[in-house]
């Protein structure tokens, strides 16, 4: 088969369901901004692409209405979500919430950002990728910030972390003091 043939042959949709259940993904809240205010969802798609130039990546089925509007303005943000953020999680999930009131958030680089968020990327659409019911967008990362929280994961429909960050190694501030006045 060639490289521009694809087949359309794969297993059923259940089992395909079942396999990506259990793979560890990190979960963002996607957002963009237009006339109409902002707008975002939960995208559990989220994936570092390249660091030459920085690229990320985020998947949308092709009916999203925030696929619509990034596609229209753009731009988007990537808000990395951390351990506790579950709820926030699901209220960016559902269709029928007015997501941003009562939520704390601000406009960074112009784009909506989830405050208390473990980690922000401000993109510029770089480019998209057909990819069955969705379009993958790769983004140009144009401005990041992220804290040393443990970062929100989604596995077995259920939300957690990574089960050892609060024991990684950490040099105590003192010995980083030390270090720079040698």
Do not use: K
Request: aromatic letters at 6%.
């Amino acid at each position: 088969m060639s490289s521009t043939q694809h087949s359309t042959v794969g297993v059923e949709r259940q089992r395909a369901l079942e396999l990506m259940a259990g793979v560890c993904t990190p979960v963002t809240i996607v957002t963009t901004s237009d006339d109409q205010g902002p707008h975002g969802a939960t995208v559990s798609s989220f994936a570092g692409l390249s660091l030459e130039p920085p690229l990320v990546t985020v998947a949308f089925e092709r009916r999203s209405s925030l696929l619509q509007r990034i596609l229209g303005t753009g731009r988007f943000g990537v808000n990395l979500l951390g351990h506790g953020q579950d709820e926030l999680a699901m209220l960016f999930a559902r269709r029928d919430a007015d997501r941003f009131a009562g939520t704390p958030w601000h406009y960074d680089a112009g784009l909506p950002r989830i405050d208390g968020s473990a980690g922000w990327a401000a993109c510029d659409l770089y480019d998209t990728m057909p990819g069955g019911d969705h379009l993958l967008l790769v983004g140009l990362v144009t401005r990041t910030q992220h804290a040393q929280l443990p970062p929100l994961i989604y596995a077995h429909r259920t939300f957690g972390t990574h089960s050892r960050h609060a024991e990684r190694p950490r040099r105590p501030i003192v010995d980083q003091i030390t270090a720079c006045s040698n």
